[in-house]
């Protein structure tokens, strides 16, 4: 688990996505462009850091959020302006790609 990217639970979500813009991975340990996608927002953590918060929920232990934000592949990558869902991103894209969503979230 990174310092970066935390782990977030039913009880630590809407605290996380609170404040400011946080991108929560929507994914699952079995799913493999999960684990292809995982490193890339590594490292857009590390170049956001102080910008965007980035966290990852496992759909299998919190499925009713996952079907709260209609998330229904994976990875699903949701951005949250304070608290409020303003976009998501689906499935595994290239860093360049994720880096330009993410810059016009901000």
């Not at 782990?7 to 630590?12: A, I, P, Q, R, V």
């Not at 929560?24 to 170049?47: H, K, N, Y």
């Not at 965007?52 to 959020?65: E, M, R």
Request: hydrophobic share 45%; net charge negative; glycine share 4%.
């Amino acid at each position: 688990m990174s310092d970066l990217i935390p782990h977030l639970t039913d009880k630590t979500f809407a605290e996380a996505v609170a404040n400011g813009t946080t991108i929560v991975d929507f994914w699952a340990p079995w799913c493999a462009p999960c684990r292809e996608i995982a490193p890339i927002t590594e490292v857009l953590a590390a170049e956001f850091k102080g910008k965007v918060s980035f966290a990852k929920l496992n759909v299998d232990d919190f499925t009713p959020l996952s079907e709260q934000y209609d998330v229904l592949s994976m990875p699903t990558l949701v951005i949250f302006k304070d608290g409020e869902p303003t976009d998501r991103i689906v499935g595994s894209l290239p860093i360049e790609q994720l880096r330009t969503r993410i810059q016009q979230a901000i």
